[in-house]
């Protein structure tokens, strides 16, 4: 079946730097987009980004644009999510994805999770 286990979180001053890791099992990582998203204490799980199988589509969520940045490995199957200039409002819970559809550009409905890493950003 499919895991995605999540590492990288922690706490950081605001303005600092995490860059979170995803590394995928269960299926060929290649043929699938991934995706980051985040919740917030007492927040809906939000989007923050993602990028297609063949990594050459990358989206953001305005609020992480210009700041964040997503790559893939598919040697290692790991997906990155690098937060630079990061905010107190970026605390929550960061969530990896993995799309069900394969050969998708992006992220559609009710993909696999991984259990969640956390980043807390202080002031």
């Known amino acids: 079946q499919v895991q995605l286990l999540e590492s990288g979180g922690g706490l950081v001053q605001a303005g600092g730097s995490l860059r979170l890791s995803c590394t995928a099992s269960?299926?060929?990582?290649?043929?699938?987009?991934m995706g980051w998203f985040r919740q917030a204490p007492g927040k809906e799980r939000e989007f923050v980004g993602c990028?297609?199988?063949?990594?050459?589509?990358?989206n953001y969520a305005d609020s992480v644009k210009g700041r964040f940045i997503i790559s893939r490995d598919n040697a290692k199957n790991t997906v990155y999510l690098q937060m630079n200039s990061l905010k107190p409002e970026d605390t929550a819970v960061y969530y990896c994805?993995?799309?069900?559809?394969?050969?998708?550009?992006?992220?559609?409905?009710?993909?696999?999770w991984g259990q969640g890493t956390q980043v807390t950003v202080s002031s």
């Open positions: 994805a993995q799309d069900l559809v394969a050969y998708s550009d992006y992220m559609n409905p009710n993909p696999f």
């Open positions: 990028i297609s199988w063949s990594g050459g589509v990358v």
């Open positions: 269960g299926r060929t990582f290649s043929w699938y987009a």
